[in-house]
């Protein structure tokens, strides 16, 4: 069965600083992978998608994230972050199984912006 | 306009009782999804429904009876409420394509 691992559970940065945050995944195939940040009382909002293509995706608040196949890993990037990052970030992953696609989430990281 | 909607946002109830959660999507997507999500904020799926129809069913108590009256809604029923069912439900939607939007989430306490 397919996992996710977001090795930090809680990530403290200064405002302005540049981010990253880890994740790999457990599967024999190429993977669709997600980031979602969920805001403090709020649902999740998806930030990013990779499917195939550019190993290098582009997202939603200035994020990016980069798939290794060779690290099996997608981690989630941004250069300057801002108070308002202050979040929960989840990545998962979805396994096609002819229409019982299902999302796997990592346990989340838990992020700090400090001023 | 909401995307994906879920009434009500918080539901504190006693133990033994039995509750609803109602969700609608506005997206036209075909399938719905409920997860919980518990105190460490892990998030588990428990069912699917595509085009009404039940697709996945994780390994939850039969307590749990999601129904889906039409695509654009998925309501969850919880029969017998327990203590550890005390999390943030949420409701998501997709097209076929794996991305989910989720709706902002039901907070149940149970006392």
């Known amino acids: 069965a397919q996992s996710v691992t977001q090795p930090d559970i809680h990530i403290t940065v200064s405002e302005g600083a540049s981010l990253e945050l880890r994740c790999n995944y457990s599967?024999?195939?190429?993977?669709?992978l997600f980031w979602y940040v969920q805001s403090p009382g709020q649902g999740l909002q998806l930030l990013l998608k990779?499917?195939?293509?550019?190993?290098l995706v582009q997202g939603i608040k200035g994020f990016e994230a980069e798939f290794k196949r060779s690290q099996s890993s997608f981690n989630l990037r941004k250069p300057s972050v801002h108070w308002s990052d202050a979040a929960e970030y989840f990545c998962?992953?979805?396994?096609?199984?002819?229409?019982?696609?299902?999302?796997?989430f990592g346990t989340g990281t838990r992020l700090t912006i400090i001023p | 306009d909401t995307a994906v909607s879920q009434t009500p946002k918080y539901l504190v109830t006693q133990m033994g009782n039995d509750k609803s959660i109602k969700c609608e999507q506005n997206?036209?997507?075909?399938?719905m999804y409920w997860y919980k999500q518990d105190s460490k904020k892990f998030l588990k799926i428990m069912f699917s429904?595509?085009?009404?129809?039940?697709?996945i069913n994780e390994t939850v108590p039969n307590r749990f009876s999601p129904k889906s009256p039409d695509k654009a809604h998925l309501n969850l029923h919880i029969n017998s409420l327990e203590l550890g069912d005390s999390a943030v439900y949420f409701c998501?939607?997709?097209?076929?394509?794996?991305?989910?939007?989720f709706g902002p989430g039901t907070r149940l306490t149970v006392t």
């Open positions: 599967y024999g195939a190429t993977p669709y």
């Open positions: 990779y499917f195939s293509g550019d190993t």
């Open positions: 998962a992953v979805a396994i096609s199984n002819f229409g019982n696609e299902k999302l796997t």
């Open positions: 429904y595509n085009n009404k129809e039940l697709i």
């Open positions: 998501a939607s997709s097209p076929r394509g794996y991305e989910q939007y």
């Open positions: 997206l036209g997507h075909d399938t």
